[in-house]
């Protein structure tokens, strides 16, 4: 019931910074718990980051935990997410995600998806 849009994806070199920002549409923001994931050509989708309906609780792949940082604004209709000291292994086309019961890591638990945006970082 709410339609997401990703932007903020493009070419960085390595150790570069990215935002990425997910604009929601259609329902109420507040009540969903957005999620961002990942995924590579062949492979599945992988989780990255979630965060829950007030912006309070977080939960972060460990293996990014430190370099991403995933944020939203209500007011706004929009969750971020801040990428840090980006690799090569970071090419991916990220999704948005968001559901208004389930709070974690798997790609089964979001009911609604963004289009993706493409991040490519250079080595």
């Known amino acids: 019931q709410v339609q997401l849009v990703e932007s903020g994806g493009g070419l960085v070199q390595a150790g570069g910074s990215l935002r990425l920002s997910c604009a929601a549409s259609?329902?109420?923001?507040?009540?969903?718990?957005m999620g961002w994931f990942r995924q590579a050509p062949g492979k599945e989708r992988e989780f990255v980051a979630c965060?829950?309906?007030?912006?309070?609780?977080?939960y972060y792949a460990d293996s990014l935990k430190g370099r991403f940082t995933i944020s939203r604004d209500n007011a706004k209709n929009t969750v971020y997410m801040q990428m840090n000291s980006l690799k090569h292994t970071d090419t991916d086309v990220y999704f948005c995600?968001?559901?208004?019961?389930?709070?974690?890591?798997?790609?089964?638990?979001?009911?609604?998806w963004g289009q993706g945006t493409q991040v490519t970082v250079s080595s």
């Open positions: 995600a968001a559901d208004r019961t389930y709070y974690g890591g798997r790609v089964g638990g979001y009911g609604d």
């Open positions: 259609g329902g109420t923001f507040s009540a969903y718990n």
């Open positions: 965060i829950g309906r007030i912006g309070v609780a977080t």
